[in-house]
């Protein structure tokens, strides 16, 4: 037997696949985004909530239990009491828990907002993660699609708050129960048709990505790709996919709306559907939102299986560089709809409900590629330099920064080991620190301190050639008695944050 003890293996660090870390730059870019988001709701009149990020599997909705291990799509575990919990995969689900749980107290109608990550147990891709943020707004217990195209024009004043302008975004408003009148109308109504339909919505949503004439072939007997790889159709007949095309085809519904009543005069809930988007258009109209805005677009099938009634997606509208160099439309960037049996499923009573989700991963990256996200400058902290280890001076410099501070200033004393002056600088050079605050023992005999404007100094250092021109253009750095720091201080990041706005 070898004696020697086998050497430790050192744990190896590893990011789960699907999540990742967030560097500052993108935490104060989502906060500052939110921020815009959340005054827009909040002008609307609606209030925060927040719910947990477990909930009871059987409570989410989506993804029910169907084997000993509810793993479909969600990540799950066993409570000490054997029940399934899961990580929420929207906001929506918690929502309508919640309100059902405190129906007796809550006042309707309910508006009230939320943002935070959710979690999908899926394979991870390009652009694909298992945790993301949604910011969600939601009205509970208004019936009227008044408050869908309430929704409908929060949104669009939310793109507008984040610098989007008018011609880079279009909501797109559509209605489940026209599609439903639509497929009714063609013999696809009733429980037996069931699968039929959701290959037909299927089918739909992918006419962005194939156009009119795969979509067509989707609704036949099924279309072959680049790969030979071939999709079963639904298999209609050219009546009924010229019906579908037809409505899914509509770009101007002033135009359309009498032959889409038409088309669904024989269904009472695709007549309702078409009355329902006649009332939205109206509405949103009288408020001043013209169809470069707000518009209703019949190809919009979003989450259909899901909804109600009227359904809308926010689209930018504006090219993005893609991972291939190549210019594509950047796209749906949030949506939502009515959803009027998620909170019955509580209750057994009907209890209307609307919302809107924005995903803020995507709408970031968005506003990125606009500049219109993280352009503002955050100023590293001052660095309060560490001369003297002695429990007077450590005291010294501890009340300059705590000054600094309750000033409203960001600054930090130097807390690393290297006492040599040279590597405190590097350290606050690194740190993109814009001064440095200097006390030695002459300075502290003196009740004074040197105040090193290290951005102009480091300008000055690709000027100056010599050091007799460095001597006589010491303004980077200046003496102050220790009352005057905080003034002094606040000069010099005034006239840097002056600097930079002249530089662009």
Sequence with gaps: MNEKQKKTQKLRARLPRGFVDRPAADIRAVDEMVSKIREVYERYGFDPVETPLFEYTDALGKFLPDSDRPNEGVFSLTDDDDQWLSLRYDLTAPLARHVAENFNEIQLPYRTYRAGYVFRNEKPGPGRFRQFMQFDADTVGAAGVQADAEMCMMMADTMEALGIARGDYVIRVNNRKVLDGVLEAIGLGGGEQMNTRLTVLRAIDKLDKFGPEGVRLLLGEGR???????????????????????????????????????????????????????????????????????????????????????????????????????????????????????????????????????????????????????????????VVCVMDRDIESMGRYQRFVQDLRHAGIRAEMYQGNKKNFGDQLKYADRRGSPIAVIQGGDERASGVVQIKDLIEGKRLSGEIEDNVAWREARAAQISVPEGELVVKIREILADQAEDRKRAG
């Design 224 to 382: 072959k790709d680049e790969s030979g790889d071939f999709t079963k159709g639904a298999g209609l007949d050219d009546e009924q996919i010229g019906k579908i095309l037809f409505f899914v085809g509509i770009t101007d519904y002033a135009e359309s709306a009498d032959a889409l009543a038409a088309l669904v005069a024989g269904t009472a809930r695709g007549a309702e559907g078409v009355n329902e988007l006649n009332t939205i258009r109206s509405l949103v109209l009288s408020a001043g939102y013209e169809a470069d805005r707000i518009k209703i677009d019949p190809s919009v099938v979003r989450g259909l299986e899901y909804y109600t009634g009227p359904v809308f997606e926010a689209e930018l509208q504006f090219a993005v560089t893609n991972e291939k160099g190549e210019k594509v439309v950047f796209g749906s960037v949030g949506g939502g709809g009515r959803y009027d049996g998620l909170v019955s499923r509580f209750m057994g009573q009907p209890v209307p409900a609307t919302g809107f989700s924005i995903g803020v991963s995507r709408l970031m990256t968005a506003l990125k590629n606009l500049g219109k996200l993280g352009v503002e400058h955050v100023t590293a902290p001052v």
